[in-house]
């Protein structure tokens, strides 16, 4: 006879994981380049790719940063592998965290916030829960999560450290380049983050000429040729008497 809880699995079958050290990072040159750069810029000078989607909101407001990604996988509820995440943190990182399912426990707090800042840790992208959000603020420590929540969790199931997580739909591989400011979180493949400079170098050189004309009076629909689109898509000028009238033959029935 099996003693201990109903339904308990045997201690083999029990989920584990792996805690991968140094893997490879982005160069420090290039990710201090885009962080130059908006999340919105250079979301777009990729091809409108790598963006993590609206769920995941800043605490804070007015920071920009970028660094490269440590990635911690944990359960729900449970945060022994954020505990695992910190050792292999380094300076210029930025702690990604994704859980097994859905999870808006605060998971990461102020404490945990003082231990990564020593490292010389930027921040944090959590697709759950936080809390200490005022003294996060105070400290000076960028957050972006899921959700802002008092509940606490434990310390009891294993995970996985450095190695590729999926937030908003978008896998992050540790040592890929994370952007983020009040507009969201992005993330730039580690082998694209040359290609991702250059790109959004020129981006917001398009963008700069773009400001000039607006400035000048230009209008969107002829520096971009979108009368052309209008004309193709059918839609027509029409004099607003011309319209009310029509509207007005509408409303009385005249017009089947």
Not at 17 to 41: N, Q, S
Request: aromatic share 4%.
């Amino acid at each position: 006879m099996t003693h201990g809880s109903a339904g308990a699995a045997p201690a083999a079958a029990r989920p584990s994981g792996v805690i991968v050290t140094d893997p490879p990072r982005a160069g420090a040159d290039h990710v201090e380049a885009l962080r130059g750069y908006g999340v919105a810029t250079v979301h777009e000078a990729m091809g409108r790719t790598g963006c993590l989607g609206p769920g995941l909101r800043p605490v804070q407001q007015d920071v920009r940063i970028a660094g490269t990604a440590v990635t911690a996988l944990c359960w729900p509820g449970d945060n022994l592998m954020i505990h695992a995440a910190v050792e292999q943190c380094a300076e210029g990182d930025i702690l990604v965290v994704a859980t097994t399912s859905p999870s808006t426990d605060g998971m990461f707090g102020e404490l945990f916030a003082t231990a990564l800042q020593h490292r010389g840790v930027r921040g944090l992208v959590i697709d759950a829960g936080v809390r200490d959000t005022a003294e996060l603020r105070a400290m000076g420590f960028p957050v972006w999560s899921a959700a802002v929540c008092a509940q606490g969790t434990v310390k009891a199931t294993a995970g996985s450290v450095n190695v590729p997580v999926v937030v908003g739909g978008q896998c992050i591989r540790p040592g890929d380049v994370i952007l983020a400011d009040d507009d969201g979180v992005m993330c730039v493949p580690r082998q694209s983050a040359a290609t991702a400079v250059e790109a959004a170098e020129a981006r917001t050189e398009k963008e700069e000429a773009t400001r000039a004309a607006f400035a000048e009076g230009q209008l969107g629909l002829d520096r971009y040729g979108l009368r052309e689109t209008l004309a193709r898509l059918g839609v027509r000028y029409q004099p607003y008497a011309e319209y009310a009238e029509y509207a007005q033959d509408i409303r009385g029935g005249a017009v089947s």
